[in-house]
């Protein structure tokens, strides 16, 4: 993971020169936050779990003058102590230096800004918060050299641990010692090389906000709702697929199923992400998809088939849909209708792998009339599903243009998402029953509904509730899925158009150089935002790999272990029909 904006930080440019085992990066872990956070029993604690040399230093250790005072001077002599510390720790051979202090932009963490260039270190810093009360509570029960009064003057500067660029927060005020030891022992582990340190599994629920997560004292009380467990995407993917097979998937299709679930939640999409495991095997409860299924082709004409989902798995079923679409390469174009599958997941990947192979792709997915928890535009309540769109197409040399959206104003699940989270929704993304808009995800889930989805563009939301329409019609109807006036669902319907990009007598090398030109049309307009460029649809700048840590909230990391341990004898029902 990232640490200071992903600066890496060094001893000096005078240090010796050293064999490639001795210059690989020493990790410093920075306990930072306010007097009375707990910086100096957790690091205390911490350094022990480490199974690799490692040292502490403490500010505390290195700046006990008296009289106390934070200023200046003192920010300079505890630089100095610091850096000298570091150096003989390096020399002894610490790979992992474990740093507690009042660690801040505009005090002690300016002295080592000429340190955040050499890469020979890697920081990381952890930010511990508490409440004002919780902060005193401490201070007065720890005696320091530093008078109680003068470290209770300095409560505010918990509000400064969020400058700190990429700290990951953490709340200690409902937690034990313990606790927040193995919190961050946890993230360590899931940074580090198997066996650096001895981590248990995260329990939760444990307040930590991802890095760089700016949290506001007066968001303190309301963080319990929002805390996550940091978890490896390894350990996700591993957990995840447990979960799916106690419910009856078979292995390949469970660790496949898992492993698009972590890469959309890495991704930064938690509306597609882990919170759909807990609802397969609800899904699986209900008879409403049936694990071990595999979708059926039915030929409706030359150029036309008809794919009974049978409610698979959508994995199973959006890998039938590309080999089908595929045979449009090969001739004339191709039509594809869906009916009754289970939930296809993010559609994006089909649109790039269609694409791929020089094929124009339009698709419509609605949701077998079910799920309907759209307004339409003028209306309050749920008429529609989020009947998403999907267009793909070819532009070589470069990527694919890729359009995966939904016709209403966001996704069910980024709603769903922010429920798990405790957090509200932007503004214009939920309708009252007033027709005004809302932001508390809750009103969409009470029975009945006190809120709805608006469609796409908003209350008023014409062109979305228009989409919606023509979506809805051209699945269900058309394609024979269900409709939203005579349900077939739960599930997913859809109806796929597929034809090759050169069919209109264009070459894909002229389609590919007029979308270079419109590229470029573009990025020659001027900007809002100087650092953020127009870009073209399926074309986002991304990481060169997802993220290794994922933080899902707390509760639903800790359903997802309860399912993956669960009997699959009980509790789960059996497909309804013959899979």
Not at 116 to 145: C, M, N, S, T
Not at 227 to 236: F, L, W
Not at 502 to 527: F, I, M, N, T, W
Request: glycine share 12%; charged share 20%.
């Amino acid at each position: 993971m990232s640490v200071l904006e992903g600066a890496e930080v060094g001893v000096g440019a005078d240090a010796d020169v050293r064999t490639e085992t001795e210059t690989a990066r020493v990790r410093v872990v920075v306990l930072t936050g306010a007097p009375g956070a707990g910086k100096t029993e957790t690091g205390r604690r911490l350094v022990r779990r480490y199974q690799v040399p490692a040292a502490l230093i403490d500010t505390d250790a290195v700046a006990d003058v008296y009289p106390w005072q934070a200023d200046e001077r003192l920010y300079a002599v505890l630089g100095r102590n610091l850096r000298a510390c570091l150096d003989s720790y390096l020399e002894w051979g610490a790979r992992v230096v474990v740093l507690s202090g009042v660690m801040l932009p505009g005090r002690t963490l300016d002295q080592f800004a000429d340190l955040l260039a050499d890469p020979r270190l890697e920081w990381v810093f952890y930010g511990l918060r508490a409440r004002p009360e919780q902060l005193a509570e401490r201070i007065l029960a720890d005696r320091k050299v530093q008078e109680a009064d003068g470290r209770l003057s300095w409560s505010h500067l918990d509000e400064e641990v969020a400058t700190v660029p990429g700290v990951r927060q953490v709340e200690t005020g409902a937690l034990t010692a313990a606790q927040v030891v193995d919190l961050i022992a946890a993230a360590e582990a899931a940074d580090l090389p198997p066996g650096t340190l001895t981590a248990p599994a995260p329990s939760g629920p444990w307040p930590v906000t991802p890095a760089g997560a700016a949290v506001g004292a007066t968001e303190n009380a309301a963080v319990g709702a929002r805390s996550v467990t940091p978890v490896s995407a390894a350990d996700a993917r591993s957990v995840c697929t447990a979960a799916l097979g106690r419910a009856g998937f078979p292995p390949p299709v469970a660790e496949r199923a898992a492993a698009e679930l972590v890469a959309a939640e890495a991704d930064g999409q938690p509306s597609h992400g882990l919170l759909r495991v807990p609802e397969y095997v609800a899904a699986v409860a209900a008879g409403e998809l049936c694990p071990t299924a595999r979708p059926r082709v039915h030929r409706t004409g030359e150029r036309a088939v008809l794919v009974d989902g049978g409610r698979a798995p959508g994995v199973l079923v959006r890998r039938l849909l590309a080999t089908e679409l595929a045979r449009a390469a090969q001739g004339g174009p191709v039509v594809v209708g869906l009916r009754d599958s289970g939930h296809l997941g993010r559609l994006a990947p089909l649109g790039r792998e269609v694409a791929g192979q020089g094929l124009v792709l339009l698709g419509f997915v609605n949701f077998c009339g079910a799920g309907r928890k759209v307004a339409p535009a003028g209306g309050t309540d749920g008429r529609w599903a989020t009947n998403p769109l999907l267009l793909a197409c070819p532009a070589p040399p470069g990527a694919p243009l890729v359009l995966d959206m939904s016709t209403s104003a966001a996704a069910e699940g980024v709603v769903r998402a922010a429920l798990l989270a405790g957090t509200e929704v932007p503004p214009g993304l939920l309708i009252g029953t007033d027709g005004a808009s809302v932001t508390d995800p809750r009103l969409l889930y009470t029975e009945p509904p006190r809120a709805a989805l608006a469609p796409l563009g908003g209350v008023a939301g014409h062109k979305g509730h228009a989409l919606a329409a023509l979506v809805e019609t051209l699945a269900g109807a058309v394609a024979g899925a269900g409709h939203a006036a005579a349900p077939q669902g739960p599930g997913n319907g859809g109806l796929f158009v597929a034809f090759r990009v050169d069919a209109l007598g264009r070459s894909g090398a002229a389609v590919g150089a007029a979308v270079s030109a419109l590229e470029q049309h573009l990025l020659a307009g001027p900007r809002v935002d100087q650092e953020r460029a127009p870009r073209l649809p399926g074309r986002a700048v991304r990481p060169p790999h997802a993220p290794d840590l994922l933080t899902p909230p707390a509760a639903l990391w800790q359903r997802i272990r309860q399912l993956a341990s669960t009997d699959p004898s009980k509790g789960i029902a059996p497909c309804p029909t013959p899979c």
